[in-house]
Nanobody, 116 residues
């Protein structure tokens, strides 16, 4: 079993920055694809950023150039650095891990609110 725990959300003004963290614990999920999703009120959950086991990244067009996904293997932590935040980035952000192409795990989510 794999457990994901997000943190780092909060209230930030437009143009500000936040860094989300997702600590991975439990069984070794390797190889794994790690993702950040978000869900805004009244909208479907959408994939924001992906990091493959080979280190290849993918970003949603609306966040490319502003967000960076990265992991620290020593700390078993996935990060999402979010810069130049916009009100439309307001959502609950979820950490997601797909282990060996079979098992999917989700964190509990962390709220990000971008407002003046």
């Amino acid at each position: 079993q794999v457990h994901l725990a997000e943190s780092g959300g909060g209230l930030v003004q437009p143009g500000g920055s936040l860094r989300l963290s997702c600590v991975v614990s439990g069984s070794d999920p390797s190889p794994a694809v790690m993702n950040w999703y978000r869900q805004a009120p009244g909208k479907q959950r959408e994939l924001v950023a992906r990091l493959s086991s080979a280190g290849i990244t993918w970003y949603l067009d609306s966040v490319r150039g502003r967000f960076t996904i990265a992991r620290d293997n020593a700390e078993n932590t996935l990060y999402l650095q979010m810069n130049t935040l916009k009100p439309e980035d307001t959502a609950i952000y979820y950490c997601n891990l797909v282990s060996r192409g079979i098992w999917t795990y989700w964190g509990q989510g962390t709220q990000v609110t971008v407002s003046s």
